[in-house]
Structure formats: C-alpha cells, structure tokens
C-alpha cells in the first residue's frame, strides 16, 4: 500500500512554526524520517492558506524535495496555492497528488488542475450539503465525482477516491461505513477504483495511549478491504508488521497464543466494527 | 397464509435496582425487552415517577405549578409529606437547589438537617440530588449521604467533574448513585466504567443521559436514551445495563411554553393545561425512549402518565 507521509501539517505546532518562520530545518527533518519511514508520497497540508498560500505551497514543495526524492500531496483548500506547487514540482521523483476535490461545485476546478499539470487527485466523497450517512450515500457521491472526473477529462486511473474517515469517539459507526465504502468503490470500474483515507482522523480526539492502537487495527481492516493508499505517519504504519496478521487471524476467527494481545485486538475491533460501544476506557473493561 | 406478527430478540437484561427500605421501597428495571415491549419479553417492574420538591421555596417555578404546592412549599418536610400522603407518591426527589452559589447557598450542613429532617417524615424511597454545581454538589452530597445513611437512597449527580466524592460517599453509605452525562452515550459508557473502577457495582447505578423539554432538543435526549438501551438490550453492553433516569421537569417548567400567559399569546391556549400537557408529553416521549425513572411536578401531569403507563403495562 502506497503511503503519503502525513506528518506535515499545518495543525501541529512545530509545523505551523517552521512553516511560518520558514524554518528549513523541521520540515525536511520531518519528510526525511517519513522517506525513511516507507512513505512514497510526503503530504503538505498547509490549510485554507488564505494569505500567501501560493508562495508557502511553492516552499513547501522545494523545501522537501530538495531533501527527498519523492512526489509531494498537495494539501489546501486554496486553488490557487496548489496551481503555484504543481508549477514547482519536480515531476522527475512521481507524479503529485492533489488534496482534493469533492461533489461542492467549489471544488470542481481542482480537476482542471489534474489534468492540465498531469496529477493525480483525491475525491472526497462529500457534497456541499451534510455527511454521508453510509457507505452507499459515499458510493452515490464517489459516482457523481467520476461522472465529472471524465467530463473534465481526468482519467479514472488518476481518481482516488476517499470515503472520509470520521472520528470514532463521536462518530463510531461510520469507521465501519468508510471500511465498506473502500470495497465498495472499487467495483464501481474496471479496473477497480483507486482508494485513499486520512488514516488517523479516526482515533483524533482519542487518549494519547490509545491512537496507535485504533489507527493500525483500522488500517489493517483498510488494507483488508482493499484499500490503495492511506495518508498516515509511515512510521506507525511500519510498526503494523507483526500485528497484522495476529489482527487477520483474530479477525478470522483464530485463537492466538498471546491472551492479552488477542484481548486487545477483539475489544479493538468490536469498537471499529460498532459491535460495542466507544468509551475512552474500552480496553479497560 | 396468516399473518405472524415479527419479533425482536434481545441478548441482555436491565438491571433491575430498588431504592427505599421497607415495605414502600420501589424496584425499576430488571426487564428483558424495550420499554412496554411485552409481547417481546418480560417487563417485571412499572416505571416510576417520583416528585420533585426543593429545600427551599421554589420561587423560579412558574405560577401555574408553583400555586399547586402553596402552603406547604415554604418547608421541605411539609412538602415532601403532602406529596408523599396527598398525592400518594411512590417516590420523592429532593433537590438541594438552595445550596447552590448563586442561589441561597446553603452549607452542606443544613442541607444534610434538610436531608434529616425530610427522611424522618416520609416512608417512600427519597433521590436526593445536589444543585448541579459541580464543585459545591461535592461536598453537599457527601454531607447529604452521610445523613441518609442505611435508607438506601439514591444520590447524584455525579458527573465526570465530580465523581469520585459522590461515588466513594454512596459507597461508604450504602445508597444508590445518579451518573449524569450530557447528551453523549461515548461519555455515559465512560463514566460508568470511571465509577466501576472505583469498586462501585455497575448494578447499583442508574443512567441520566441528561433532558431537555419537547421543542427543545427533547429528540437529542430521546435519541441518545434509545441508543443506550439499545447497547444494553441488543449488543448485551454489561457497562450500560442500569435503569435510566429521566429528570424532566426542572426541564419543562422553564420553557417559555410553560410559561407565557394566555393573554401574551392567546393562540397557545390556557397556560396552566398548556403545561401541564408540555410535561406529560416531554414525560411520555422519554418513557418511550427508555426511561423508567421520571422526575416530575405538576401532580396533573403525573396523573396523566401514570395512566398512561396504567394502559401499556
């Protein structure tokens, strides 16, 4: 499964001070450990940026491809700010990611963006009005987003399509809607539709201790499902390995050697499956 | 081919928890279905509506349910024995409204003589709840439960903010504990495994997921009390098995519906039976939802459920 390190956001702290300060230093610490990490994309979320977002998104391109040779997701609401990175980036390391476009007539022009600089782009499955209710409301919307990815011109093949993964602390039963989405979108063409998540939206708001935990259980039921590409910290993702299959086997069914492993691993998966109710304490119990 | 009507199946219980001593104490809970579903199960206890009275005048009540308690609402225990013998109440919720900062506030002392005082009057099980301020409901409640001692009450709110005074007082004083969340069923859950992991038994709380009046957010309230049945009944949730309370009238009797006079909005028909119907109603939707324990006011609106549950039970 392809990464997209996500660690570059505006939301932390030190990001947003390095970003402002443009300050070299965290921002390629931070791409090189995500390289280092498996990551083939670095994300770049640098937020509405309403002021000055072209000039940010153009050193936030350079600043990390000056240290990693990989392509970078262009993340902003701002259009005109991922124009400017597309015309920066240096398309020899892969292809760039837009970060992305969805059913608000607002965001159709990132399409335009696609094409015209040859990138690949993310539809989220939103529209202008509420949440999706469920997977098939995300499959009704994903549709009306290929409907236009073609009319734009934008191959499907360069269409990734992102369920919208909510927060399992407020909103528990869409982790296991976004699980469906992710195979469901994929029978929507053929060659199956490519699929994406904000991994880590799901444990936002979560106990510290816990987020690690639901974020490699969720990502392995992702990854299960079929799921392309998750914008994640690539290493807690690396860290997945040897739980992945300790997390296959008690999702089968299997009984595993390790008691307290296995009790983690079921609590875990009831909360994403809605078979129990969220509470911070749940493994507690 | 004959019709066959479908059922529900459900894997968990509530839990059933009697409050009171003696031959008045009162059991709710303790059914295997939804609420009134006894074609589905067995509903073994009857809802219960339990008055509420205030250790001081209750002069922030509307006139229309305030006169109802003229003559005896200027002494707690005079009070609390009218509803109890006049009004034939299985149940009493005594709110120490007066001890709040803002209000009276009265010391955790005289709130515990009120506790006394009112305990020595009546027969019928007594809630005794604090004034929802967090920080003074601490140590009033833990005045109040000492001096309720061996009567098995119910006491509360305990909140996150507080818990851990309410819960170790109703544990070394043997009473039964109010756990109040508000309007979010993650944070129910929470508080409860909070308040078992001080040692105190899951079967000896009862549920508030916090009201709110009808044409004011009632459907939050409902939603979120169906859905903690729901977890209790169908998913066999052992954490949130308890009995649900369902504190509607201080609710009720704030909203300008049960407020505005006739002659202010002549469309909305007599004040005084306007709501009265708003607090049956607000009331009856929240039994539907799940609740088995009501505390409400007007004695009218309490006629008018209890024969309603009269008819589903």
Redesign the interface.
């Known amino acids: 499964m392809l990464i997209i390190g996500e660690k570059l956001s505006i939301i932390a702290k030190r990001v947003r001070e390095a970003m402002m300060n443009k300050d070299k230093g965290p921002i390629q610490e931070i791409a090189i450990a995500q390289a280092n990490a498996g990551a083939g994309v670095i994300d770049a979320n640098i937020g509405p940026a309403e002021d000055g977002g072209e000039e940010l998104m153009q050193w936030m391109v350079t600043t990390i491809q000056d240290v990693v040779q990989l392509p970078v997701c262009l993340d902003t609401t701002n259009f005109n700010a991922i124009e400017a990175g597309l015309q920066v980036h240096n398309n020899d390391w892969g292809r760039p990611m837009i970060n992305s476009t969805s059913n608000d007539p607002e965001r159709f022009p990132i399409l335009e963006l696609g094409v015209k600089y040859n990138a690949q782009v993310i539809g989220l499955t939103v529209g202008k009005g509420g949440l999706p209710a469920d997977a098939e409301e995300r499959c009704a919307i994903a549709a009306e987003i290929m409907g236009r990815a073609m009319e734009y011109g934008l191959p499907l093949e360069d269409l990734y399509l992102d369920p919208l993964v909510l927060q399992i602390?407020?909103s528990?039963d869409h982790a296991r809607h976004v699980i469906e989405a992710v195979s469901m979108f994929q029978s929507m063409n053929e060659p199956p539709m490519k699929t994406i998540v904000g991994l880590s939206n799901v444990s936002n708001g979560c106990p510290k201790h816990l987020r690690p935990i639901l974020n490699k259980h969720f990502f392995v039921l992702l990854e299960n499902a079929g799921l392309t590409c998750a914008i994640a910290d690539a290493k807690e993702m690396a860290e997945v390995g040897h739980d992945r299959q300790m997390i296959l086997d008690v999702l089968a069914g299997k009984e595993i050697e390790d008691k307290a492993k296995m009790t983690e691993i079921k609590k875990t998966l009831d909360v994403i499956m809605g078979?129990?109710?969220?509470?911070?304490?749940?493994l507690?119990? | 081919m004959s019709y066959v009507a479908p059922k529900e199946t459900y894997s968990g219980t509530v839990y059933p928890v009697t409050i009171g001593t003696g031959g008045k104490s009162v059991t709710i809970g303790g059914e295997n279905a939804l609420q009134f579903h006894s074609f589905e199960g067995t509903m073994p206890n009857r809802p219960l509506v339990a008055y509420e009275i205030q250790d001081v005048p209750p002069e922030d009540w509307p006139e229309n349910v305030k006169k109802v308690f003229d003559g005896v609402s200027d002494c707690p225990v005079k009070w609390a024995k009218y509803c109890q013998d006049e009004l034939k109440a299985r149940a009493i919720a005594l709110r120490l409204i007066g001890t709040h900062p803002d209000r009276e506030d009265r010391s955790a002392e005289d709130a515990a003589k009120t506790v006394r005082d009112v305990l020595a009057a009546i027969d019928v099980p007594l809630i005794i709840m604090g004034s929802n301020h967090a920080e003074k409901d601490a140590s009033v409640l833990v005045a109040a439960a000492e001096a309720a001692k061996d009567r098995n009450c119910l006491i509360g709110k305990a909140q996150e903010a507080n818990y851990k005074t309410i819960v170790a007082a109703a544990m070394a004083n043997d009473h039964k504990l109010i756990a109040l969340s508000e309007l979010d069923?993650?944070?129910s859950?929470?508080l409860?495994?909070?308040i078992t992991?001080m040692g105190f038994d899951k079967e000896r709380i009862i549920t508030d997921p916090m009201s709110s009046a009808l044409g004011y957010g009632l459907e939050y309230s409902y939603s979120v009390t169906e859905r903690i049945r729901l977890?209790a009944l169908t998913?066999n949730?052992q954490?949130?098995q308890q009995p649900i309370l369902c504190d509607i009238g201080m609710y009720v009797w704030k909203v300008k519906e049960t407020h505005a006079a006739e002659s202010d909005q002549p469309q909305w028909g007599p004040a005084e039976e306007r709501g009265i119907l708003w607090e049956a109603e607000s009331a009856t939707a929240m039994l539907m939802a799940g609740a088995e324990m009501l505390i409400m006011r007007h004695p009218k609106a309490v006629a008018a459920v209890e024969a309603l549950i009269d008819e589903l039970v």
């Open positions: 602390a407020t528990q078979r129990t109710l969220y509470a911070h304490s749940y507690e119990m | 069923i993650n944070l859950k929470q409860n495994i909070l992991q977890a998913q949730d954490i949130m």
